[in-house]
């Protein structure tokens, strides 16, 4: 095959590999111009944050030391567990033991609430609560000393319901699937989430999810996320359904990337495939843009080898370790080496085709389905909260 006798499937590939050129390029100009802005100062009320825990994971102390070393004046931390027997206790016990001054308090209850384990145990830990603006924070977050000042700040903006953040990867180990995964988070999901809000789209991320109690209360409370694996997504839309705005915090902390082999790695990030597929299929299918090494050595495949084939592949791996190195860099993140954004979107693509195989996702010992989610839409949401 040469250039004077392309083939229509070529062509199609050589486009997807040049609109991931645009793809990158534009992901880290939405990066860059995020890392500019400086933050204005709002108001600094008490708040509760809300950790929910299972299990002693890669780094979960570290992560939770980040929470209570935080520059605030007046925060509490609840934990909790649904298992007296929970490994996570007994980091909870070295916390306290290294914070005694940090108002913290460890939640052990069993009660299952719906289908989702987080949120069940969200609504058990819930109670004791004290204060009127709450951060939901996943256990695997390494918070910034500013992430709580940051969080207020932007939730006493006018007209903002509900606040999330970024994060980028950090891995547990330094091995090939902790350098993919984090890979993944900074350079695809955070720099793509930047774009889609440029594009006008509100996300919310679940590892930071602030919002007052009063907001909480209007959508229902907790008890409303427990049928849906996406809890995220779906507390996201109502809280606009209210006419409120979600709204990104300056500051981005970085969550652990656990996984200690391609096969835990790959069954993880299948994991968010699925639940973003079910809650946003249309813009899920458009993100294979994102992967233009992926389409430059499929190019360079489907011509038989053609020298411009090999120019492109090589031209694509260049292009997406240098931007993807940008990116890292304004995020400040951990730097993965220059040839692995290639290898990455291969094994994206892969994700993302298998995603389509199935709607179960395994999460921590469960296995539950996207299958709520999929019925799910802001529409619904809508005329529900203008229902009731």
């Not at 909790?80 to 980091?91: F, I, L, R, S, Y």
């Not at 903002?160 to 695809?188: D, E, H, K, M, N």
């Not at 997504?233 to 391609?262: D, H, I, M, Q, Y």
């Not at 843009?289 to 389409?295: D, K, R």
Request: with cysteine; hydrophobic share 50%; glycine share 8%.
């Amino acid at each position: 095959m040469t250039l004077d006798t392309p083939c229509v499937p070529v062509l199609l590939t050589v486009a997807l590999t040049l609109a991931g050129f645009v793809q990158a390029a534009a992901g880290w100009l939405a990066v860059r111009r995020f890392s500019r802005t400086v933050p204005l100062p709002g108001a600094h009320p008490a708040i509760t944050v809300l950790k929910p825990l299972h299990g002693d994971e890669p780094l979960l102390e570290e992560a939770l030391a980040s929470f209570c070393a935080q520059s605030y004046p007046h925060f509490q931390i609840v934990f909790g567990v649904q298992d007296a027997k929970d490994t996570a206790a007994a980091v909870v016990g070295r916390l306290r033991a290294r914070f005694p001054l940090v108002d913290m308090e460890l939640v052990v209850d069993p009660t299952t609430h719906g289908s989702n384990r987080k949120i069940a145990n969200l609504i058990n830990m819930f109670p004791s609560a004290r204060h009127n603006l709450l951060v939901i924070s996943d256990s695997d977050m390494h918070a910034p000393p500013n992430y709580l000042s940051s969080v207020a700040d932007a939730l006493s903006t006018p007209g903002t319901g509900l606040v999330t953040t970024l994060y980028t990867g950090l891995p547990a180990r330094l091995g090939l699937s902790g350098l993919l995964g984090a890979s993944y988070i900074t350079q695809s999901f955070a720099a793509g989430a930047l774009m889609a809000r440029a594009l006008g789209r509100q996300d919310c991320m679940g590892a930071t999810m602030a919002l007052t109690r009063e907001t909480l209360m209007r959508v229902g409370g907790l008890p409303a996320l427990s049928p849906y694996v996406a809890d995220d997504a779906v507390l996201g839309a109502k809280v606009r359904a209210l006419g409120k705005n979600v709204v990104l915090a300056k500051c981005v902390p970085a969550t652990t990337v656990g996984e200690v082999s391609l096969a835990s790695l790959f069954a993880h990030e299948l994991r968010w495939a699925r639940t973003i597929r079910a809650v946003e299929p249309l813009g899920f299918a458009v993100s294979v843009i994102q992967f233009p090494a992926f389409w430059a050595l499929l190019s360079f495949a489907m011509s038989g080898g053609a020298a411009w084939a090999a120019v492109l592949w090589a031209v694509a791996v260049g292009v997406r370790g240098g931007f993807g190195l940008a990116v890292e860099r304004a995020m400040g993140a951990v730097r993965t080496p220059f040839w692995m954004p290639a290898l990455r979107d291969v094994l994206s693509m892969a994700v993302l085709l298998t995603s389509y195989m199935g709607q179960d996702v395994a999460w921590r010992g469960h296995v539950l389905s996207t299958g709520e989610d999929t019925h799910y839409s802001a529409e619904r949401v809508l005329l529900a909260t203008r229902r009731g």
